[in-house]
């Protein structure tokens, strides 16, 4: 731009020192020289602006799509890093299923040998509330069939089947049943006494006995014995304040031997 100035300040003082001031021909020219160098330099100027302008866009659009590359790169490395920590999830859940499984194999045998001590403690042992009992070892059974039940639900249900079966030892209740007596069905006050023995009283209040678990048989008392029975009858209804008395247990036989038969 500076040089095109100075190409016009000399044309302007060769024109002026060349020829006559007043020649119309030589303003005419000049003039015509300026406005078409002024023209040049609005046109540059505009050209140079618009340049600038368009440096100006070019610039920020650079800068917009350099963020974007940098969000973008921040966003892949938090997806590998996401990735690897799955994938290290993925080996120590793989690891915990397989340990899983060979504790599972371990404690299945471990189970059953648990249910059949249990069915044993009951088939052999003394005849009380056997529906019920039967009934909790049926679903027991029941859940060892179905593939969808954990191991350790098995394992929660047989838990609460053994503690139930052992509180029997330190409760005792009073119930009617109808038991073989001399070969006939015969309707009778039955008091549990823990899981040591079952006494039996007729309606009428006139024979006792109680069940020989080895025999598996209801045996007649003596009447001597009348008074205890009924008394521990009336105890059980709360009928009667609770006193000492004395009972034919005969041999105490403890849970873990029942089931041990």
């Known amino acids: 731009m500076v040089q095109q100035l100075s190409v016009l300040g000399i044309l302007l003082v060769f024109l ?41 866009r070019l610039q920020a659009t650079f800068e917009t799509l350099e963020a974007e590359v940098q969000e973008l790169r921040l966003q892949q490395n938090q997806l590998e890093t996401s990735i690897q920590d799955t994938q290290q999830r993925i080996v120590g859940k793989t690891s915990q299923i397989a340990d899983i499984d060979e504790i599972t194999a371990q404690i299945e045998p471990f189970l059953d040998e648990l249910f059949i001590s249990l069915k044993k403690a009951i088939d052999q042992g003394l005849p009380f509330l056997q529906e019920e009992r039967e009934q909790r070892l049926y ?16 394992y929660r249900r047989l838990a609460e089947a053994l503690l139930v079966e052992a509180e029997y030892g330190f409760t005792t209740e009073v119930y ?65 304040p609770i006193e000492l008395v004395n009972l034919p247990i005969g041999q105490i036989q403890p849970m873990n031997q029942e089931v041990q038969q």
């Open 176 to 240: 009617q049943q109808k038991i073989l007596l001399e070969g006939s069905e015969t309707l009778v006050d039955i008091f549990r006494l823990g899981r040591l023995n079952l006494f039996y009283l007729t309606l009428d209040g006139t024979q006792c006995g109680s069940f020989n678990p080895a025999e598996k048989q209801w045996h007649p008392l003596s009447v001597t014995n009348l008074p205890a029975i009924q008394s521990v009858i009336a105890m059980g209804r709360k009928q009667h």
């Open 16 to 56: 002026f020192t060349s020829a006559p001031v007043h020649s119309a021909e030589v303003d005419d020219q000049v003039q015509k020289t300026v406005q078409s160098a002024l023209s040049t330099r609005k046109k540059n100027q505009q050209e140079e602006e618009q340049w600038r302008q368009e440096q100006a």
């Open 139 to 154: 679903r027991i059974t029941s859940l060892g069939s179905d593939p969808s039940v954990s191991i350790s639900e098995r």
